[in-house]
């Protein structure tokens, strides 16, 4: 139930901010909506503490000698 909370959180909030920005910017509401969600995934693949990119980077850094 977290995670479902969460991701209509996410979603929401993206959707919201990106309709925002596209008003401003006269840009295409569905591409900047894209856009952030996009950016939001590759931070979350980035820094996930356990699966993300840096925290194996370090899990291996530290197992080999």
């Given at each position: 139930p977290t995670v479902i909370m969460l991701s209509v959180?996410?979603?929401?909030?993206?959707?919201?901010?990106?309709?925002?920005?596209?008003?401003?910017?006269?840009?295409?509401?569905?591409?900047?909506?894209?856009?952030?969600?996009t950016l939001l995934f590759l931070t979350a693949f980035l820094f996930a503490p356990k699966h993300g990119l840096i925290?194996?980077?370090?899990?291996?850094?530290?197992v080999s000698p």
């Open positions: 959180a996410i979603g929401t909030l993206s959707c919201a901010l990106g309709a925002y920005i596209s008003y401003f910017t006269n840009g295409a509401t569905g591409g900047v909506i894209i856009c952030l969600q925290a194996a980077k370090r899990r291996a850094q530290s």
